[in-house]
């Protein structure tokens, strides 16, 4: 399994990005992708996180009603389309997968196996 993610960049506050994470390697079905941010000298954070069978979702409390994580399992690319935008939201963000059979908690970021290289979001006040 290898993920690339993409699409950050500089943006106003209250502006919108859409990243993307590319999937590729296998066959997806029984896992979880997860979305985290680690802003500088903070901890990283979960954000979101999408079943690929189900589309289950869910979010951090800071970005609910303002990020939707979606997935196109055709193109096998994971989406976090970021809206309303605050200077808190600026961090590096990582996309990660794990089988929900080897995972407990999906906002864990330590329970991800796979990793995918950041992307810089900068959101200027």
């Known amino acids: 399994v290898q993920l690339q993610a993409s699409g950050g960049g500089l943006v106003q506050a209250g502006g919108s990005l859409r990243l993307s994470c590319a999937a590729s390697?296998?066959?997806?079905?029984?896992?979880?992708m997860g979305w985290f941010r680690q802003a500088p000298g903070k901890e990283r954070e979960f954000v979101a996180f999408?079943?690929?069978?189900?589309?289950?979702?869910s979010y951090a409390d800071s970005v609910k009603g303002r990020f939707t994580v979606s997935r196109d399992s055709a193109r096998k690319v994971v989406y976090l389309q970021m809206n309303s935008l605050k200077s808190e939201d600026t961090a590096v963000y990582s996309c990660?997968?794990?089988?929900?059979?080897?995972?407990?908690?999906?906002?864990?970021?330590?329970?991800?196996?796979?990793w995918g290289q950041g992307t810089l979001v900068t959101v200027s006040s």
């Open positions: 990660a997968a794990a089988h929900t059979r080897y995972i407990s908690d999906y906002r864990t970021a330590q329970e991800y196996p796979t």
């Open positions: 390697g296998r066959t997806f079905i029984g896992y979880v």
């Open positions: 999408i079943t690929w069978s189900a589309g289950t979702t």
